[in-house]
């Protein structure tokens, strides 16, 4: 059973957990995605209590992954945008939101569905292959050793 945080784990999956693992992070992220910026745009939407709020941007500031922007200068305030670190885990965020609408989805729909700004085509996250380029299925992935496995020491 895995404990409160992850160190002794050697695996990303761990280790991204330690910082998007907690359960208001994501949503964060997923409403700084959607242009929500300010403190109380994120309270509303989400219904979290101010202190875990404030403690859940400052970390997510501190972990690179929101900036901290003053707006307005007296009374000193701030809004939250999203990093690059940030924006880089909009393909996971879709995949959950996908998941989600396949396998726990409201009767009536999907909440949300991902346009392409270009064309109006739906969007959807794949699994390409590196080297060929060839999109690949699940069944199609191995997970073998990497680096950090086998060059370690035994």
Not at 5 to 18: F, G, K, N, P
Not at 34 to 44: I, K, T, V
Not at 56 to 84: F, H, I, M, N, W
Request: net charge negative; proline share 6%.
């Amino acid at each position: 059973m895995l404990g409160r945080t992850y160190d002794s784990q050697l695996c990303s999956i761990a280790r991204t957990l330690e910082v998007v693992g907690e359960r208001w992070t994501l949503l964060i992220i997923r409403d700084a995605q959607l242009g929500l910026r300010r403190f109380e745009e994120f309270q509303d939407s989400l219904g979290i209590a101010r202190n875990v709020l404030t403690n859940r941007l400052s970390k997510l500031v501190d972990d690179g992954l929101l900036e901290r922007v003053c707006y307005q200068e007296r009374p000193a305030r701030y809004e939250y945008r999203p990093t690059s670190k940030a924006k880089d885990l909009l393909t996971a965020l879709l995949s959950l939101m996908h998941w989600g609408d396949e396998y726990v989805g409201d009767p009536a729909g999907p909440p949300r569905i991902t346009s392409h700004v270009g064309c109006g085509g739906n969007v959807r996250e794949q699994l390409v292959c590196t080297h060929c380029g060839q999109v690949v299925g699940p069944d199609a992935v191995h997970l073998l050793p990497g680096p950090a496995l086998t060059d370690s020491p035994a």
